[in-house]
């Protein structure tokens, strides 16, 4: 239990214990793992807080993230500037929001971001479309998909304007209650 | 309680208008990190003048919603709005006040000081509108006085101040915000108190207590934590069940996570008992009675032979007060009490220990079983089933390509499902096909009946021989005869089950899940009842000088050993042998389902077995661990090498629910209903265990309350509770009508918020309609104002060009 690790400061340490859902143990595994992705480019020393980011190549090829057909947003939404290269905080924030302890709320906003591929606050039918061909690897016809996305709309669009708020999609997300356990990425 | 904003529309007449480019995202409160992408994004929505893009109304019946959506159609019929409007919309609250970082401090700040007010602080409702608006506006979004982002985040940095820690970082935690703004967030918020309580340290006593109760604060916050960090560390396998995830996804993994809760429960419930009993007992061991055989290797099926004189069993506790600190009097007078010994009645310990190790176990199961079922209930929640698959079916957790692969073959088919079964609904059903189905329906339900009733008759008549042949001490293993018999049906009528569902087609994949679960748990219930009936019933009056609770003890030994052979023989030849033999013979690729309804059923079954049983082998929790243990990795091995994921995607958290439910309901109610029964009614046998001169096990309790009554005054209370509370039924009433009162008005309660969820669902749905037709509204006045300066500039033109050609006439 005594204090032997150099990567931190005793406040950083406690910071993030406080800021993000991880145990002190956990947090210094996640910063291994991080720095296991280039270890030419994170130092081992983050008293200073260097300004370090790790490329979007390396992270998409976790073996966490490898498989993942919105692993591209998902990394883009937790970056610090949206291209995709995340300093260790992303990093810590992108698995501390997909880890099991994160509640409803946060995880439902971070997937509405995430399934938001235009970035304009709206989940409209073109986003939908993208995603239901990301979830089947494109093996779905046209008319197959278009209509997917018009039932999906019909069922959550509360308003009737053709596209999903957050509020819409939180709403959605309440009455299913695997999502919890589906957005969950174990590390 | 905020007030609503005086609304002013105010139309601008001035040229400026027309000069600024347009651009509907032209917001410098978007997230900055899009800023590329969305300047590229608008200026395509710009020239398309796709802002708000309606749904265009179809000429089939999913158009003729009587919405009466009146849009301004362009020549593509999409609607076209100039850029005036386009930039008011762009300046609408869902579209600023969106999620911005402005917005999400703002909705924080009213959250944290409405769960200050909560926790007592003075209503601040009474103070006077000259106050700060802080204080008087809760909803900083509506305010008339527009805050900056900065000003916003001061007054988040403030009110987080009067949290306290644990609060603060319960909120901190769930903040949609990035991990660095989160830290400056609680650095400030720290320093800020550390600047309060400086000036306040001249106070003397008063900055001490408070200094002092922070650092108390601070320090069960730490130990919280440890303690925190060091139970995640006991919990085992973390790295199998995320092996196991990133494989077969969360619905196999659910297997092993039950199987994990049960480890628990056992856990649980061993405790109490060595502690309290099988410890206090070992430590005074009873004088031998008789001679005890030599260890053969048959003790571990059978449980009998040299394990019956063990601590293992009811029959080896004794009767009496242990460490009775009384030394034999020399001359008949007083017992006069040794130094140093501590009484303790055996008996009594053995009933209130097991009694109290069941209530934990009960309220530990109502408990998880609550939690569970409000995850996975909502009120009025509809069938969003398309959005629910698109949305929440990905498990992010699954991590390989194959897998992967695998999830999106498994969706993609879903999906068809979907379609095809919506598609089907649209045309009607014959009454004829309605009929047959439900007469097919019926008719597997009376095989499968018929097959229950046959298997319990069997076990029945197989029961009476064994009680009519008795089985002499040199041939034990005749004993396995009848554990034997209910493993064979055990194992046998689900395949018959499983056979018997193929003949009926239901609407369902889920529902057939849940059909076939239930005849497995009514066979072997109604096994298990019928085994109890013969214990309880039968045995006792057969074995009237023996020890009737050593038999059952070890009758239960025997079911749990024969059925942990005969699962491990069931994962060999039903996933080993199926894969060999499907890959050779068959020369097919696929490897067998990881079948998760059956296997949850045997291990709901082997709980139920350890509960029955531990009243008269409190052992069997310990064995029950074992066997867990070990079957957790057979089970992986055997998945890992043999097994692929079930084809039909399964709800993992409804699966969860069930599966506590089931555990509870039938499981430990039946076995709580046997222990009570075992206790009031039978009488222990006279030969053997700690109740050997009692009439039931139950009167231990009355024995030391009556000894309670004499012993004086001062204890008077206990033996008055007993004689008003316990044995009297009329409290027993009251408490069952209560608690009937609360169950009703919660259903009530229920019933009204469904019917709110309606109406709100109703309101959101004209709230839109009247969006759309203020937006169209908007949209017509700026084409008439854009039509006047049009003409307006085409007469100022006009003269000029008119001279001139006057000019050329002449």
């Known amino acids: ?187 | 309680m905020a007030q609503t904003p005086a609304f002013i529309f105010n139309v601008p007449e001035t040229p400026e208008d027309q000069g600024q480019e347009p651009s509907p995202y032209d917001e410098s409160e978007v997230h900055h990190s899009f800023h590329q992408l969305i300047q590229e994004q608008s200026q395509w929505a710009a020239e398309e003048g796709l802002e708000l893009q309606q749904r265009v109304p179809e000429a089939d019946t999913l158009g003729a919603s009587g919405s009466g959506h009146q849009a301004f159609l362009g020549p593509e019929g999409v609607p076209d709005y100039s850029t005036a409007t386009l930039r008011i919309l762009a300046s609408m609250p869902s579209r600023t006040i969106g999620r911005s970082r402005g917005a999400i401090l703002s909705q924080y700040y009213n959250r944290t000081v409405r769960l200050r007010r909560r926790s007592s602080r003075p209503q601040l409702r009474g103070v006077g509108r000259s106050a700060r608006p802080s204080l008087r506006l809760y909803d900083l979004e509506l305010d008339p006085m527009a805050f900056q982002e900065e000003e916003k985040r001061i007054l988040l940095v403030k009110e987080l101040q009067g949290l306290t820690v644990a609060q603060r970082d319960h909120m901190l935690r769930g903040m949609p915000l990035s991990l660095a703004e989160k830290r400056s967030l609680r650095e400030d918020s720290w320093i800020q108190k550390g600047k309060q309580r400086g000036p306040q340290g001249r106070r003397g006593l008063f900055s001490c207590c408070s200094r002092l109760r922070y650092a108390c604060v601070l320090a069960l916050h730490n130990l919280g934590l440890v303690l925190l960090s060091g139970l995640q560390a006991l919990t085992p396998w973390r790295y199998a069940l995320k092996q196991i995830g990133g494989q077969f996804g969360s619905s196999v993994l659910s297997y092993f996570l039950f199987l994990k809760t049960l480890l628990a429960f056992n856990a649980l419930l061993l405790l109490p008992l060595l502690a309290f009993i099988v410890g206090v007992q070992a430590a005074f061991p009873p004088a031998p009675s008789g001679s005890v055989p030599a260890f053969t290797g048959l003790e571990l099926l059978t449980g009998g032979g040299s394990f019956s004189h063990s601590a293992m069993y009811y029959g080896y506790y004794s009767n009496a007060t242990l460490n009775q600190p009384c030394s034999p009097p020399r001359d008949g007078g007083q017992c006069t009490p040794d130094a140093g010994g501590l009484p303790y009645n055996m008996p009594l310990a053995y009933l209130f220990t097991m009694g109290v190790a069941f209530f934990i176990t009960c309220i530990t199961l109502v408990y998880s079983m609550s939690h569970s079922f409000g995850e996975s209930y909502r009120v009025g929640s509809t069938s969003g089933v398309h959005a629910i698959t698109v949305f929440c079916s990905w498990d992010y957790k699954v991590t390989q390509k194959w897998p992967s692969r695998l999830q999106q073959d498994n969706i993609r088919t879903q999906l068809k499902e979907l379609l095809a079964e919506w598609q089907l609904q649209q045309g009607p059903q014959s009454v004829w096909g309605r009929l047959r189905q439900v007469a097919v329906l019926g008719l597997v339900w009376l095989l499968c009946l018929g097959t229950t009733l046959g298997c319990t008759m069997a076990v029945y008549a197989f029961s009476e021989l064994m009680i009519k042949s008795p089985v002499s001490a040199e041939r034990e293993w005749e004993l396995l005869a009848l554990p034997l018999v209910v493993c064979l049906l055990n194992l046998g009528a689900p395949y018959l089950y499983r056979c018997l569902a193929a003949l009926e087609r239901h609407d369902s994949p889920m529902l057939e899940v849940y059909v076939a679960i239930c005849r497995n748990l009514i066979l072997k219930m109604v096994i298990l009842a019928i085994l109890c009936y013969h214990w309880l019933g039968r045995r006792v009056g057969a074995l009237k000088d023996q020890c009737w609770e050593n038999f059952v003890g070890q009758e239960l030994y025997r079911l749990m050993v024969m059925d942990f052979i005969f699962m491990l023989l069931d994962t060999l030849f039903g996933e080993l042998v199926w894969r060999l033999i499907s890959e050779r013979k068959l020369k097919r690729k696929g490897k067998p389902e990881f079948d998760i309804a059956r296997n949850v059923l045997e291990l709901i079954y082997g709980q139920t077995l350890t509960w029955l049983g531990v009243l008269f082998a409190p052992l069997l929790p310990a064995m029950q661990i074992v066997k867990l243990l070990f079957l957790f990795y057979v089970k992986k091995t055997s998945l890992v090498a043999n097994c692929r994921a079930p084809r039909r995607p399964w709800l993992a958290s409804h699966m969860s629910t069930v599966f506590i439910s089931l555990l509870c309901f039938p499981s430990f109610l039946g076995a709580a209903i046997f222990l009570c029964y075992a206790i009031w009614q039978v009488k222990p046998s006279s030969i053997c265990g700690p109740f050997r001169t009692l009439n039931t096990m139950y009167e231990a309790g009355k024995v030391w309350v009556r000894h309670l009554e004499k012993a004086g005054p001062k204890v008077s209370w206990l033996p008055w509770i007993h004689r008003y509370l316990v044995e009297n039924t009329f409290p027993i009433y009251l408490v069952s009508a209560v608690l009937l009162a609360v169950i009703y008005l919660n259903i009530q309660v229920v019933k009204g918020q469904r019917k709110v969820i309606c109406l709100l669902r109703e309101q959101i749905s004209n709230e839109g309609e009247d969006k759309i037709f203020l937006i169209n509204k908007l949209h017509s006045v700026y084409e008439r104002k854009e039509r006047s300066r049009v003409g307006r500039a085409h007469e100022a033109e006009t003269p000029p060009t008119l001279l001139a050609d006057e000019q050329d006439a002449r």
């Open chain 1, 1 to 187: 239990m005594g204090n032997k690790q150099t990567v931190f400061t005793q406040e950083q340490l406690e910071a993030y214990q406080d800021c993000t859902f991880f145990t002190r143990k956990e947090i210094m595994r996640l910063f291994y793992r991080y720095q296991d992705l280039a270890p030419q480019l994170v130092p081992l020393d983050y008293t200073s807080c260097p300004n370090v980011k790790v490329p979007y190549e390396l992270i998409g090829s976790m073996p966490e993230l490898k498989d993942n057909p919105f692993r591209q947003r998902i990394v883009q939404v937790f970056s610090e500037d949206g291209d995709g290269h995340m300093t260790l905080d992303n990093f810590l924030d992108m698995f501390s929001v997909m880890s099991e302890m994160a509640p409803r709320d946060l995880k439902a906003y971070y997937a509405f971001k995430i399934y938001d591929f235009n970035d304009d606050n709206y989940i409209c039918a073109w986003d939908l479309e993208q995603t239901v061909t990301r979830l089947t690897r494109g093996e779905l016809s046209a008319e197959e998909v278009s209509l997917v996305c018009e039932k999906v709309l019909d069922e959550a669009d509360g308003d009737h304007d053709g596209r999903l708020t957050l509020e819409d999609f939180q709403n959605m997300i309440l009455r299913a209650p695997d999502f919890l356990s589906t957005f969950h990425i174990r590390i």
